[in-house]
């Protein structure tokens, strides 16, 4: 278990796992959330500016914590406080392989409760070719080691 004591500011978590885009389920995600012909009619994905699918803004959030499901540790979360600074770099397109990074990138201890921390990670989604997808930053409430 890793709790909030273990994290170090600056350090970097790349996940063992990638996603693949696949029409299949970026029509079904997109055709139930996002219902924009880009996302869900292969023939008018390719009239668009991205000439393919790509994936909606929620299905790449959702994939993102997939990935972040996938750390070869487990970490004593009590809740999430928020997802902020949000980017779309470029889009998720079909048949693109997906990877993340996590890197903290700030920790401090409750002011009020003395069990707990907030952790503040970056989360970096890149395609096969090493482009940046997403960022978001997530802000955690982590258990201490008491």
């Known amino acids: 278990m ?16 990638a996603y693949e885009m696949t029409e299949e389920e970026i029509v079904a995600f997109a055709a139930k959330w ?3 012909p880009f996302h869900i009619n292969k023939e008018a994905a390719s009239q668009s500016v991205y000439g393919t699918l790509t994936a909606c803004g929620t299905h790449i959030q959702a994939v993102v914590l997939w990935l ?16 902020d600074e949000v980017r779309f770099h470029r889009a998720a397109k079909l048949g693109d392989t997906l990877t993340l990074t996590i890197e903290c990138i700030e920790k401090r201890p409750s002011g009020s409760k003395p069990d707990r921390g907030i952790v503040k990670n970056r989360h970096i989604l890149a395609n096969q070719d ?3 997808v997403f960022t978001q930053t997530t802000t955690l409430l982590i258990k201490r080691k008491v």
């Not at 890793?2 to 796992?17: C, K, L, M």
């Not at 972040?68 to 997802?83: C, F, K, M, Q």
């Open 2 to 17: 890793r709790y909030f004591d273990d994290f170090d500011v600056g350090e970097e978590w790349p996940i063992d796992a």
């Open 34 to 36: 996002d219902p924009q």
């Open 68 to 83: 972040a499901s996938r750390l070869p540790h487990e970490t004593a979360v009590i809740g999430a406080l928020g997802y």
């Open 130 to 132: 090493g482009e940046t």
